[in-house]
């Protein structure tokens, strides 16, 4: 287990099982969205899923669309107002062979289902999944509480799979 997985592992903010999926994911080239409020820690743990994605794969930081023109395997978009956000993650996805790893804040909403069915229009690669990493305090402690894979089926069809987490 990567050592920044193992941290929020020990911390209780993700699980074993979650931190198995997000390491898996980050090795298979999948997209990844650290999803919620900034007061349940998706900053900092998006930092971490970063920081996997940079030191594994060549990545280019990405502070305006210009950067999504370099060749790169993991685009890192760091939440950003005062652009179009979600044109700026429209044009990560559209990349041949390539991932992202962003963020969704309440600031900073955009659809992925929008961005999964433009891009299968306009790329016709049925072969990009992006898992959403939902985070969400639990009596004011944060916790990363669902993982929603989103991926093709051979026709283009956009499918969901959930894993929950579970507390005792």
Do not use: W
Request: proline share 3%.
């Amino acid at each position: 287990m990567h050592a920044m997985l193992q941290k929020n592992i020990d911390t209780g903010f993700i699980t074993e099982e979650q931190g198995k999926y997000i390491e898996e994911a980050i090795n298979n080239g999948e997209s990844l969205i650290v999803s919620g409020h900034r007061s349940a820690g998706v900053r900092g743990f998006m930092a971490a899923c970063m920081a996997i994605a940079k030191g594994q794969y060549d990545s280019v930081q990405v502070k305006n669309e210009d950067a999504i023109d370099k060749d790169a395997k993991y685009y890192l978009i760091p939440g950003q107002e005062g652009i179009d956000f979600e044109a700026l993650v429209q044009k990560a996805f559209n990349k041949p062979n390539a991932a992202f790893v962003t963020l969704k804040e309440p600031e900073l909403p955009y659809s992925i289902m929008k961005i999964m069915k433009k891009g299968f229009k306009e790329t016709g690669d049925a072969s990009k999944v992006v898992t959403l990493l939902e985070c969400r305090k639990i009596d004011d402690v944060p916790y990363m509480i669902n993982l929603t894979r989103t991926y093709y089926d051979e026709k283009g069809k956009i499918l969901k799979e959930d894993i929950e987490r579970v507390f005792e």
